[in-house]
T-cell receptor
């Protein structure tokens, strides 16, 4: 049972435009969500997170939106840069489960100059 | 400040053999989790160690075992290797508050670069 789903395996965007990566989840117990970025031959790098008590969190060019009623979150990157090209994973956890992360399958973002 | 370090970076083993992977957490971190990432998939949680005890376990067979040492470093052991165990093994560390019942503060986990295990 895939509790966290990223239905787009890949996304291609022009440099300077907005990249929108989507993630859906099924477990209503999830209350903390994270986005990680992964380059080849490296481990995932934390990007941004959001608690379920919020619906938006911003950090520079990165904004995460959470729609609890739809069990959907999205990551917006504005403006997109070629260095953003990587695989992006969303992950979810339940607060009282010690931070065990449930990951989606990942979306490969390609930002073209 | 060194981040999470894992060794070795690559490993080739034969079916049926045993393997040990190692992880040193980021400075100040006391909780270590292990994940398995198969090709084209997201990382899958194996287990988590805190205070030298296994605190949570994912859906992995008993062939997967681990250990945490007093310095918070950790090992992942896999016995009787199968071809399907070929994957990237990731270690993640975080700081857990001293709250009873492991009600951890939701801080992000930091990942190492992983160990690429190939079983032939």
């Amino acid at each position: 049972d895939q509790q966290v789903k990223q239905n787009s395996p890949s996304l291609s965007v022009q440099e300077g435009r907005i990249s929108i990566l989507n993630c859906d989840y099924t477990n209503s117990m999830f209350d903390y969500f994270l986005w990680y970025k992964k380059y080849p031959a490296e481990g995932p790098t934390f990007l941004i997170s959001i608690s379920s008590i919020k619906d938006k969190n911003e950090d520079g060019r990165f904004t995460v939106f959470l729609n609890k009623s739809a069990k959907h979150l999205s990551l917006h990157i504005v403006p997109s840069q070629p260095g953003d090209s990587a695989v992006y994973f969303c992950a979810a956890s339940v607060y009282n489960q010690g931070g065990k992360l449930i990951f989606g399958q990942g979306t490969e973002l390609s930002v073209k100059p | 400040d060194a981040g999470v370090t894992q060794s070795p970076t690559h490993l080739i083993k034969t079916r049926g053999q045993q393997v040990t992977l190692r992880c040193s957490p980021k400075s100040g971190h006391d909780t270590v989790s292990w994940y398995q990432q198969a090709l084209g998939q997201g990382p899958q949680f194996i287990f988590q160690y805190y205070e030298e005890e296994e605190r949570q376990r994912g859906n992995f067979p008993d062939r997967f075992s681990g250990h945490q040492f007093p310095n918070y470093s950790s090992e992942l052991n896999v016995n009787a290797l199968l071809l399907g165990d070929s994957a990237l093994y990731l270690c993640a560390s975080k700081r857990t508050g001293g709250n009873p019942g492991l009600r951890a503060v939701n801080t992000e986990a930091f990942f190492g670069q992983g160990t690429r295990l190939t079983v032939v």
